[in-house]
């Protein structure tokens, strides 16, 4: 059974940082294109960027130059390096397979706040 849980999350000021986690279980995800979505209160959920699986990276507009996605394939792991952080970036926070996404996870609630 596939499962996603990210953690990290929590309540930082503008311009912190947060380190975000994702395990994914259940099967080899060495080969999948892993990405992080969020989503604001009231919003749909958006895509954040990805990383694919020789580590080439891709990210929204709204994050490039902030948020760095990297992986650990040998431990089933992608993180989110979120720097420079706005209140903008208050989300729930999630990651998951690009192209055929898996069950969501419960996510990982990031507030931006000062």
């Known amino acids: 059974q596939v499962r996603l849980v990210e953690s990290g999350g929590g309540l930082v000021q503008p311009g912190g940082s947060l380190r975000l986690s994702c395990v994914a279980s259940?099967?080899?995800?060495?080969?999948?294109?892993m990405a992080w979505y969020r989503q604001a209160p009231g919003k749909q959920r958006e895509w954040v960027g990805f990383i694919n699986s020789i580590g080439a990276t891709n990210y929204a507009d709204s994050v490039k130059g902030r948020f760095t996605i990297s992986r650990d394939s040998a431990k089933n792991t992608v993180s989110l390096q979120m720097n420079s952080l706005k209140p903008d970036d208050t989300a729930v926070y999630y990651c998951?397979?690009?192209?055929?996404?898996?069950?969501w996870g419960q996510g990982t609630q990031v507030t931006v706040t000062s």
């Open positions: 259940g099967r080899d995800f060495s080969a999948d294109t």
């Open positions: 998951n397979t690009h192209f055929i996404p898996q069950p």
